[in-house]
C-alpha cells in the first residue's frame, strides 16, 4: 500500500470515485494522477462515439447546418478522437474519459 502525504489523502477522499477508477488502471505517479482528474478529466460516456457526438454539439453546435448534421459519422469520429484520450470502461455503456497531455 502506497504512504500519502495528509494532502494527498484529502485529495484522494474528495475524489474517491473518479481516484479508485484511475487508480485501478494507471500505475503513473500520484502528481500525474492527480492532474489527470483535476484538469483532464472529460466525464463519463456511454462509448467514444457517444462523446464524439456531445463534443461537437457542446463545441460546433451552431457552427453546422442543420441539412449536414446527418453526414457526420461520430463512430469514426469517436474513434478518430479517442487517439488523443485516456478511456477507461468501468462497466457497460460507462468510458470514463480524460484528455491526455
Given amino acids: 500500500m502506497t504512504n500519502y502525504t495528509e494532502e494527498q489523502q484529502a ?13 485501478s488502471e ?3 505517479s500520484f502528481e500525474y494522477k492527480k492532474e489527470l482528474i483535476e484538469n483532464h478529466y472529460c466525464g463519463c460516456y456511454e ?3 457517444d462523446y464524439a457526438e ?3 454539439e457542446d463545441y460546433h453546435g451552431n457552427e ?3 441539412f449536414l448534421q446527418g ?5 469514426k469520429l469517436g474513434r ?6 485516456i478511456t477507461i470502461e468501468t462497466g457497460y455503456k460507462e468510458m470514463h474519459i480524460f484528455n491526455r497531455f
Wanted: no cysteine.
Fill in 11 to 23: 485529495f484522494i477522499e474528495d475524489n474517491q470515485e473518479l481516484w479508485d477508477i484511475v487508480e
Fill in 26 to 28: 494507471l500505475t503513473e
Fill in 47 to 49: 462509448s467514444l462515439e
Fill in 54 to 56: 456531445r463534443h461537437i
Fill in 64 to 66: 453546422i447546418p442543420d
Fill in 71 to 75: 453526414y457526420i459519422d461520430y463512430e
Fill in 80 to 85: 478518430d478522437m479517442g487517439f488523443d484520450l
